[in-house]
């Protein structure tokens, strides 16, 4: 395949241009329409339309080049370089101008001469049925827009000063934004939705209560009821008659009487109208007591609530989850968090809940129950609920019987703001609470001179008096001693005493008086201002849509409507069930250890039908990495359905691996959703408009993640205000330096004007024309048109498959640099030498490589020493060399894909060796043999703990990979050597995996060394194995030492003792690499897939897909793979030194990843982990996590980097002094740490799949090479079948395909 590089503008006459029927095309025209230009002066060079030339002074700045140079491709310097705005504004207003498209004027009046008009083709009229399907095409592509937007995207792209090296990725994110617009405009127009959100209301006997006309179901104020359904409102009677607290519940005392108001609040208050289905139901319960004392109502509501909490617990009607309490935050007292108090904690520790109850209360904070509410009772109709409780006490006098209002809400009427009373008698004495009674008669009437009944004394920081020790010690002691206020308190209370009152300057009462409405518009407006633009967008919809309806005249009329269409986009659809995930995860926790739970499974099934549908492009068509998505996706609940733990084939086990699971899947879905809302965000700019005034407006709310500062505990005398350390620059393996330089590429057109060998009046369409060919933008735009009009149907919405067009040809314009004849050249060195042509063993001079061909012809000398190294690092020195009546001889060789790494792969995951052990003895004597090699282990693995500078993780036995710890293996010798000889009898593999600090590097290497036992009988050649065996390993091992090369080719090669690359010996080895190819395909590991079908090609000598090979394995998607295998490492050290330090004593378990990791005793000795160098590895992590987002071939969401970077902020912490970062150790790290993984995995599966649908000679063989594996399989299942024992169990193992070990083997439902 040719090169994708473009190549110089100024060649633009030698290179010329066709259309794409081959006819020539007229250099002055283009996608984006003609261009405008003007003859040049002698001394200024050609302007472009859409940008004045630049001046005289930039121009003779430039360094000049002479025209023999062929490259006009110049790195951009940092402040050229396109990176995101940090202020959003900033971010929002580049969006915007980019557009902008500067219409250009016709070429004909330039230049003073007509030029002829260019031919098109005609349709014949004498072909009826060629004009019919023509005249279908053209109306597609009219409705669709298809040619016009990518007119209109050409021109924005010609219009720049410099030209980027991939214009791809950028029609990637502005195509995404027509494709999603095709979801949120296909069902409703602004007619309709304007009447949706104008309902006609009226007015009842009390002025500000209003009802819908013609329903009697719904009451509150006209503004929150124009935009409500009433009819979708019925469902939730029932409910809120099941909520309301039972008469017994309430606390009564003589002299009190107390009223429960129940108000429907949140967005299920918009159900049908802005949310089709609401994430969540949440309902207010407002305490209105009467009585001569305030705090003793508090004490009768805490008590109240309590016993409503323990009723919702006994009944079966709702789940309960616990009860969210705001608490003062110890470190910042002026901050309030939210602490939740599940059953346990509520149970054990009441008289504390019921203190921090009256603590929120007493400061204007509202209890919230969580749970699960069954929406209706005759059906299946859960959703994810709230139950809030507030107090409003009317204070009494016993003297003169005047009434006072303490209302310890935290806005007076501020439920009427957000919510609506199912009861119009509810909503009519909630506003009696606050208001007179005449002055809800006539709201325009100004009251009669008069004191106000309703006036608040009481301070919201004063704490009501605590409960005597007689009534079972809730309370504890209070001071009553009253603190001296300033100014601004006194004020601020007069404030609010007048908004409780409605005694203001203007004279106006009621819920819409400047004296309500100001304090909660304000509390609105910051929460917007806290929130995140992208990750928080539909919390901030929603208070969007209290800020707009408080005042409309304050918006455009369209606001409402771009904001109703934006709750129907595939964000908001993906949003909704990532909160059913959230609600799922609590009930797994909730019944974690119960056998079975139909509830649950019924609402995972739910789960998983709406997250699967949602990809599914089967009904929606959708994009290439939305595809790979659901193919992973689906392959996670594959791994949790049905699984061992399960009591059914069909159901998931309640336990913490599913946990862990839906985590897992929920913080996947979370890099999506920043990209759906990415692209739905444009169709919605009032959000945008809100969001950046409340920024301004309040800067101090914006989130501004900080990394902590270490408490030091030693180097105290250093010298305070040491100079910050010069952030350093990590390597990151092999890369290629070209392929990194590409960001920084970009076209100069003002340097390809000046170098073009055209005439200067049509330089500027040449050299854009030129640009256009070589990044192959025509074809790609034929070659989309020819697949889409050609097809079976013309779909609903073309973009998604414009979508992968694009993101298919900038990822081959980063890979397919270099033709393939040339690659593979550069890749095959053809250094190796024969030295021993018995045993078919190769060398490669100056190195200490030795082994087959097909392990060396592809070797990057220069990395393969730092390899070599590592290696030697893990030799057992002291293995004795016999043993009783044994013989005994080790061999240590690099195997796996550990060789490739270098010219072929540029990312080392981990170092695979493969120890080799040969006991030769009498025959009959192998257990005695085996009993002497588990001595030899355990020894080695015992010198390995004591080295100090190697960090052993631990050793991982068996088929489903038990790991013991090495504090484990010591503690428990016994067992431990039980399990061991139990493993190596039944053929499972064994290994230890280590840790090894790289060479003046800054990076943990991971090292698994695995025990391969071998025993040859002295009278015959039979050897017998204590390991899977895997025939390809021979043709990838690569020994340090000749004699160790040899020594295993005689006794651990091929059978017959034949040459390994002919005739069976090669087919067997084949046929075992073709199952891993077609396992790994199967779950779609298709990095995995390309590295066997590496070794594939190099055991057969094929080269012709190794170019596709390289590609894969250079690609972002690789970056990815390497990336989190940094993370999965960061874990693993993070969780050796919590297990020996003790600090997880509590956890019998913890998930590392997926994987359940059992916890061991804690041991005092010095730790061989350097805190230093694993604070430098989460650097570089973060480092080239952030380069790899930022980059254009990674195509990723804009705000995913700074997701991700606030996630690892978090868990790191700053050396006051050194000004060092350090990686925190504790239980969170893991946590988080898994989340960024899971994040980022989404961006490896989408590359990965377009880079495998680009490899066009790969994909052929794989798709070969798994249909004949499959016939193979099946042939082979025949014969087992056949050969099954009386006692119904098969061989397996003697009849699967030579080469296939069980650790690799398929479920049989697969097979």
């Known amino acids: 395949m040719a090169s994708r590089r473009p190549t110089a503008a100024g060649n633009v006459s030698q290179a010329g241009s066709r259309r794409t029927d081959g006819s020539p095309q007229s250099p002055q025209t283009g996608f984006g329409g003609r261009r405008s230009v003007t003859e040049p002066k002698a001394s200024q060079p050609p302007t472009r339309p859409g940008g004045a030339a630049r001046s005289n002074s930039v121009a003779t700045g430039r360094s000049r080049r002479t025209r023999k140079?062929?490259?006009?491709?110049?790195?951009?310097?940092?402040?050229?370089?396109?990176?995101?705005?940090?202020?959003?504004?900033?971010?929002?207003?580049?969006?915007?101008?980019m557009q902008t498209i500067t219409e250009r004027s016709d070429t004909d009046s330039m230049i003073g001469s007509p030029v002829a008009e260019r031919l098109r083709y005609v349709i014949p009229e004498d072909d009826p049925q060629l004009q019919r399907r023509m005249g279908i095409i053209q109306r597609y592509l009219h409705e669709k827009k298809l040619t016009a937007d990518m007119k209109?995207?050409?021109?924005?792209?010609?219009?720049?000063p410099d030209l980027p090296y991939n214009p791809y990725p950028g029609f990637v994110r502005r195509l995404r934004r027509n494709s999603e617009k095709f979801h949120m405009f296909r069902e409703d127009n602004d007619d309709k939705i304007t009447q949706l959100l104008e309902n006609p209301t009226y007015a009842t006997s009390l002025g500000y209560v209003s009802g819908v006309k013609g329903y009697n179901n719904v009451w509150g104020l006209s503004t929150i009821l124009r935009c409500v359904d009433p009819g979708a409102l019925r469902q939730y009677e029932w409910l809120l008659d099941d909520l309301t607290p039972k008469e017994s519940s309430i606390h009564k005392e003589e002299g009190y009487s107390c009223q429960v108001l129940m108000a429907l609040v949140g967005q299920s208050v918009f159900t049908s109208t802005f949310y089709p289905h609401p994430d969540i139901v949440a309902v207010r319960v407002s305490y209105v007591s009467v009585g001569p004392d305030a705090e003793q109502g508090i004490s009768m509501?805490?008590?109240s609530v309590v016993n409503d909490v323990n009723n919702m617990d006994n009944q079966n009607t709702h789940v309960y989850f616990g009860v969210s309490v705001p608490t003062k935050d110890e470190e910042f007292p002026g901050l309030w968090e939210n602490v939740f108090w599940d059953q346990e904690m509520v149970l054990n520790n009441q008289g504390d809940f019921w203190n921090a109850i009256s603590e929120a209360t007493v400061n204007n904070k509202m209890a919230t129950f969580e749970g699960v509410f069954r929406v209706d009772p005759f059906s299946d109709t859960f959703r994810r609920g709230q139950k809030q409780y507030e107090l409003h006490f009317i204070e009494v006098s016993e003297k003169d019987k005047t009434e006072r209002l303490v209302s310890f809400a935290e806005f007076p009427l501020g439920t009427l703001h957000e919510g609506v009373f199912l009861q119009k008698s509810h909503a009519e004495a909630y506003l009696n609470i606050f208001m007179p009674r005449h002055e809800v008669m006539d709201k325009d009437q100004p009251p009669p001179s008069m004191q106000p009944r309703y006036k608040s004394d009481l301070s919201k920081n004063d704490q009501a008096e605590d409960k005597d020790e007689s009534k079972g010690g809730k309370k504890k002691s209070k001071d009553k001693q009253v603190k001296k206020r300033t100014k601004e308190e006194e004020k601020r209370d007069g404030e609010k005493g007048e908004e409780e009152g409605f005694v203001g300057s203007s004279g106006k009462y009621g819920p819409d008086s400047w004296q309500v409405k100001s304090p909660i518009r304000e509390h609105i407006q910051r929460k917007i201002a806290s929130m995140h633009p992208e990750a928080e967008v539909f919390d901030v919809a929603y208070n969007a849509i209290l800020l707009i309806l408080m005042d409309r005249n304050a918006y455009q009329p369209t606001a409402l409507i771009q904001i109703y269409r934006l709750l129907r986009s595939t964000a908001a659809r993906l949003s909704s069930i990532m909160e059913h995930n959230n609600m799922l995860r609590s009930l797994v926790a909730k019944y974690e250890g119960v056998l079975q739970s139909h509830f649950v499974q019924g609402e995972f099934k739910k789960y998983k039908d709406a997250l699967l549908g949602l990809l599914d492009s089967s009904l929606l068509e959708r994009s290439s990495d939305m595809n790979s998505a659901y193919i992973d996706i689906q392959?996670?609940?594959t791994g949790v359905i049905g699984s061992d733990d399960a009591v059914d084939p069909h159901s998931i086990p309640l336990n913490k691996k599913t946990l862990s699971i839906l985590r897992s899947i929920n913080q996947y879905c979370s890099c999506i959703q920043l990209q759906?809302?990415?692209d739905c965000l444009i169709h919605a700019p009032i959000l945008d408009e809100i969001i950046q005034m409340m920024y301004l407006t309040f800067p101090e709310e914006m989130p501004r993640p900080q990394t902590r500062q270490m408490e030091r505990r030693q180097d105290k005398k250093k010298k305070k205000g040491a100079a910050p350390l010069v952030s350093e620059i990590f390597t990151h393996g092999a890369e290629d330096p070209d392929l990194l330089k590409h960001d920084k590429l970009a076209v100069d057109v003002e340097i390809g004007i000046e170098r073009a060998s055209v005439p200067k009046v049509i330089a500027v369409e040449a050299v854009l024309m030129q640009y256009m060919v070589d990044t192959k933008l025509d074809e790609t735009w034929h070659d989309f048109l020819v697949e889409l009009l050609c097809g079976a149907y013309l779909p609903p919405n073309p973009y998604p498959r414009f979508v992968t067009a694009m993101r298919q040809s900038a990822l081959k314009m980063e890979l397919w640099t270099e033709n393939p004849e040339r690659l593979v050249q550069k890749l095959v060195h053809r250094s190796e030498r024969m030295i021993d042509p018995d045993n078919y063993i190769y060398h490669i001079p100056g190195t200490e490589a030795y082994g087959h061909v097909s392990a060396l012809m592809i070797l990057d000398i220069g990395h393969f020493r730092l390899v070599s190294n590592l290696a030697d690092l893990l030799v057992n020195q002291e293995a004795p060399k016999r043993r009783g009546n044994f013989k005994i001889f080790q061999a240590l060789g690099i195997a796996g894909a550990s060789g490739l790494y270098g010219r072929m792969a540029p990312y080392l995951l981990k170092l695979e060796l493969h120890e080799h052990t040969y006991f030769k003895g009498p025959k009959g004597c192998s257990g005695e043999a085996l009993q002497s090699y588990l001595s030899i282990v355990y020894d080695h693995l015992i010198d390995l703990y004591r080295t100090g500078t190697i960090l052993v993780y631990g050793v991982f036995l068996g088929d489903s990979g038990e790991r013991w710890s090495i504090h484990a293996v010591i503690q428990r010798k016994n067992a431990f050597m039980a399990e061991l000889e139990r493993t190596l009898q039944c053929q499972e593999p064994a290994f230890v995996k280590v840790f090894v600090v790289q060479e003046k590097g800054w990076r943990y290497v991971p090292v698994e060394k695995h025990f391969l036992l071998h025993y040859v009988e002295d009278d015959e050649d039979q050897v017998q194995r204590y390991f899977p065996y895997n025939t390809a390993s021979l043709y990838q091992n690569i020994f340090l030492v000749r004699e160790k090369a040899r020594f295993h080719f005689v006794y651990g090669g091929p059978e017959d003792n034949q040459d390994p690359f002919t005739g069976p010996n090669l087919r067997a080895a084949c046929m075992h690499v073709d199952h891993l190819i077609k396992y790994y395909l199967e779950r779609n590991d298709l990095l995995s897939v390309y590295r066997w079908l590496t070794s594939r090609a190099l055991m057969h000598q094929h080269m012709s897909y190794l170019p596709d090979c390289w590609r894969m394995q250079h690609s972002p998607a690789a970056t990815v793979e390497y990336l989190n295998t940094l993370n999965m490492n960061m874990q693993e050290l993070v969780l050796y030194e919590l297990e020996r330090t003790g600090r997880m004593l509590g956890e019998h378990d913890v998930l590392v990843g997926n994987q359940l990791i059992k916890l061991t005793q804690p041991e005092e000795d010095e730790s061989p982990l350097n805190t230093i160098l694993l604070g430098k590895m989460a650097n570089a992590y973060r480092q080239k996590v952030s380069v790899l987002l930022k980059s254009a071939a990674a195509m990723a969401p804009r705000s995913l980097e700074e997701m991700v970077q606030s996630k690892l902020q978090i868990i790191t912490?700053?050396?006051?002094?050194?000004?060092?970062?350090?990686?925190?150790?504790?239980?969170?790290?893991?946590?988080?740490?898994?989340?960024v993984r899971d994040m980022m995995q989404h961006i490896q599966d989408s590359v990965v799949n377009d880079v495998h649908n680009c490899c066009r000679e790969a994909q052929q063989a794989i798709k070969v090479i798994a249909m004949e594996t499959q016939a193979r399989t099946s042939r082979q299942r025949v014969t087992l079948e056949s050969g099954r024992s009386t006692d119904g169990q098969s061989d397996s193992r003697l009849r699967i395909a030579p080469g296939w070990s069980e650790n690799d083997r398929v479920s049989d439902d697969r097979w």
């Not at 951009?76 to 101008?97: D, G, Y």
């Not at 209109?152 to 720049?160: A, N, Q, R, W």
């Not at 912490?1213 to 989340?1235: A, M, N, S, V």
Request: net charge positive; aromatic share 6%.
């Open 676 to 678: 759906l809302i990415e």
């Open 301 to 303: 509501f805490v008590d």
């Open 152 to 160: 209109e995207l050409c021109g924005m792209l010609l219009s720049m």
């Open 635 to 637: 392959q996670r609940f």
């Open 1213 to 1235: 912490e700053r050396d006051p002094i050194t000004k060092e970062l350090f990686l925190l150790i504790d239980g969170e790290t893991l946590k988080r740490l898994q989340d």
């Open 69 to 97: 140079e062929s490259a006009v491709y110049r790195p951009l310097t940092s402040s050229q370089s396109r990176r995101r705005p940090t202020q959003p504004a900033a971010s929002r207003a580049t969006a915007r101008s």
